[in-house]
């Protein structure tokens, strides 16, 4: 048995044969041609055709995966567009054949994003314009796309794996996606995710390992080739479960998360980039309730830009379509540390200068990141977040900041919406002192991780303090009905977004104490809303 690690993209088990994807690659030949304007016409037809192609991808993909993927071909049909210019240039000046100057083009823009590394998102579209510049090379050359007809489900591994290429496939007949390269950010990826099926990239898998079985643990990142007795054995128990908890899924969607005495709680997602946000959106998030902003700062070797956030923001809030979208700012330090910060080193940096407190010592930073999520704020229903809250004077400082970016946006006529600012409730102070915090916010969501930390003085990373960790100490729920508590004395809405939102034997708990709101990884969400729907 040969165990293979790589980076999970989509959670889930699956076991089955293992099948090399058969790639389609062009090779363009350039070929000097006497007729431009025969060429240019061969062009226009061979574009045309590949537009149709793609509108029919799009419907494809919008019945199978949703209206979110079916706009990556409407991208697509966009980045086509683009090649207008630059073909026709290549075939008048150059006098080459058509299949050349598409290639070149696709090449070239392609290039262009692939140098793009202040925008991951961009970077990351560089694939799909070699797809566009493939399907039309195909079309030239009067090319069959490939079909990879397979006779069995199949775990398919490849190098990469086009947006085109994966919708194209009888997903029927796919088990899991397998790449070599890839990212957790593309097209592909959220594709996977989408369409439930379990993927890993960034994996060293031999391309002997065609025809073996194989069994491919998204939770762990992990392909095994020829598993041995007994793995197989527990990952059929585990995909047992998944089914089941698939099963529920379907019963679910669609339903109201509400008790049966009609007491209605919200159930939102956690976030921590657009790539999780169809998974937000396939299990019936009603809303995002934490997007871990630091995650684009994460994802970076320098500040993203004031742009990029926006664009990063803005696809959150388009996509949710006038659900509310809670963005929290930057809580970098602590257990995420980023190099470009430089940040002191501390002795103890879980109490230490991070989240809030480095929005309001390098004010730079929560400026450009405040301006961003304000433009974004004209396209959707954006909440804003400030985390690790301990002080009444450090949230009258982030309102006096975010006041004046709205300022500074509206001197420039520049759009945006008075969007509800809130709190993260993490820290005992913030609980003690939540009254006075209620009075300057419009919502408490409370961060069971770190208030579990804070409040029990246990650092949440040692595993060598488990015996001491008690995930359910009544401090710490203590600390969550007197959060609600005060909330609600002021007619602000509470939630909880930290882990603990998520524990099942929690819910009735929680609901009974009054909880507006639970945000919770994805596919949580449908489990929680089964036990809330069973409550009197
Ligand atoms: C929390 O502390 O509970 C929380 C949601 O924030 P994070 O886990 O990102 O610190
Ligand atoms: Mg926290």
Redesign the pocket.
Known sequence: MEAIKGTASYKGIAIGRIAEMEKDDAVVRRVHIDDADAETVRYVAAKEKAQEQLMLLKDKALKEAGEAQAEIFEAHSMFLDDFDDSVINIIRTQMVNAEYAVAETGDNISEMLSAMEDNPYMQARAGDVTDVANRVIRILSGREISGNEFSEQVILISDDLTPSETVQLDKSKVLAFVTREGSANSHTAILARTMNIPALCRTSVPKEAAGRMGIVDGFAGIIYVDPDEDTLKKYEQMLLSEREKKELLLELKGKDTVTKSGRKVRLYA?IGGIGDLSYALQNDAAGIG?F?SEFLYLQNDDFPGEDEQFRAYRTVAEMMAGKEVVI?TL?IG?D?QIDYFKLDREENPALGCRAIRICLTREDIFRTQLRALYRASAYGNICIMF?MIISVWEVERALKIAEEVRHELASKSIPYKEVPIGI?I?TPAAVLIADELAELVDFF???????T?YTLAIDRQNQKLDRFFIPHHPAVLKAISMTIEAGHRHNIWVGI???LGADPELTEQFVRMGIDELSMSPSSILPVRKIIREMD
Not at 445 to 451: A, E, K, Y
Request: net charge negative.
């Open positions: 956690n934490l871990r929290r809580d602590a995420k985390p993260m993490e969501s409370i961060g069971t991780n770190d208030l930390q977004c930290g882990e």
